[in-house]
């Protein structure tokens, strides 16, 4: 019988810039490994203030450069959401620590951690930083980090078994 697929959240603070790159990274590279059926993949903020809204217009443009689309639409993280994720990933220490703060956080089953801790080449504690009041520079520098933590997220989850 095929096993449920590992539920993961990445979660920012609007859900309009990092996380819904994360999301799109992550989706478009299960799509190409053809693991759609085993991994599912959503993305949340801590914020309400952009919920209902598109992705930012510039991540939007930087992530279709690499024949990535972002089409998730901006929610805030739910106390609820804890008992539908497998695994959630925060972009910073203070996502993590608003997420640590809600009351489930405290029996959450999954793992609660950032998501660059499966960037095999991150040190510990590495954040993706905020990139809405800055340059283009950094929605590129999102991209790049987005990827690396997915792809090292996929061989985290390959290598304990759970794609097999
Ligand atoms: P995100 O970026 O957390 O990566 O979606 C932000 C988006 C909006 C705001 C801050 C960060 N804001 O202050 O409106």
Redesign the pocket.
Same mark, same amino acid.
């Given at each position: 019988m095929a096993r449920p697929p590992i539920r993961v959240c990445f979660v $920012?603070? #609007?859900?309009? $810039?990092?996380? @819904?790159t994360a999301e799109g990274v992550m989706r478009h590279l299960v799509s190409a490994m053809g693991l759609e059926e085993r991994i599912f993949v959503d993305s949340a #903020?801590t914020?309400a203030?952009?919920a209902g809204e598109r992705a %930012?217009p510039r991540a939007r443009t930087f992530a279709r450069a690499r024949g990535i689309a972002l089409e998730s639409r901006?929610r805030q993280f739910q106390d609820a959401d804890f008992a539908r994720f497998d695994l959630v990933l925060a972009?910073d220490a203070e996502?993590l620590s608003d997420l640590g703060a809600l009351p489930g956080a405290a029996d959450f089953g999954g793992r609660l951690g950032l998501a660059r801790d499966f960037d095999p080449a991150s040190r510990n504690g590495a954040e993706v930083p %905020? @990139?809405?009041?800055g340059g283009d520079h950094g929605f590129e520098h999102?991209l790049d980090l987005c990827e690396a933590a997915c792809r090292g997220l996929i061989e985290h989850l390959r290598d304990e078994g759970h794609l097999d």
């Open positions: $920012c603070l #609007g859900n309009i $810039c990092r996380s @819904p #903020g914020a203030y952009h %930012d901006a972009m996502n %905020d @990139p809405y009041y999102v």
